[in-house]
């Protein structure tokens, strides 16, 4: 069942192209020694990906605020978890 305004297809195409390349700026990304900040840079990069995926192929971007509730609140406690983790190897 289709829905929408009819840039579906083209935004669809948009994402696409651009978790493409988001693909491949992860990969030369990998090739280049930040030190500490690989892991940093690869966790935005993939932060920027899974956005991309929720918001247009999981359709969160037309979503009213019960359902933005049930995506961010897991989030939220993932955040807490690897905080939490992070403090407790640094301090030992």
């Known amino acids: 069942m289709a829905h929408g305004t009819g840039n579906s297809r083209r935004a669809g195409i948009t994402v696409f192209v651009a978790l493409l390349l988001l693909t491949g700026v992860t990969v030369l990304v990998s090739y280049v020694d930040l030190g500490l900040l690989n892991a940093v840079v690869a966790l935005l990069i993939a932060a920027v990906?899974?956005?991309?995926?929720?918001?247009f192929f999981m359709h969160l971007k037309s979503e009213d605020r019960l359902v933005w509730g049930f995506?961010?609140?897991p989030i939220a406690f993932l955040a807490l978890i690897i905080?939490?983790?992070?403090v407790d190897t640094m301090l030992r």
């Open 71 to 73: 995506a961010l609140v």
């Open 83 to 86: 905080f939490g983790t992070l």
């Open 49 to 55: 990906k899974a956005s991309l995926v929720a918001l």
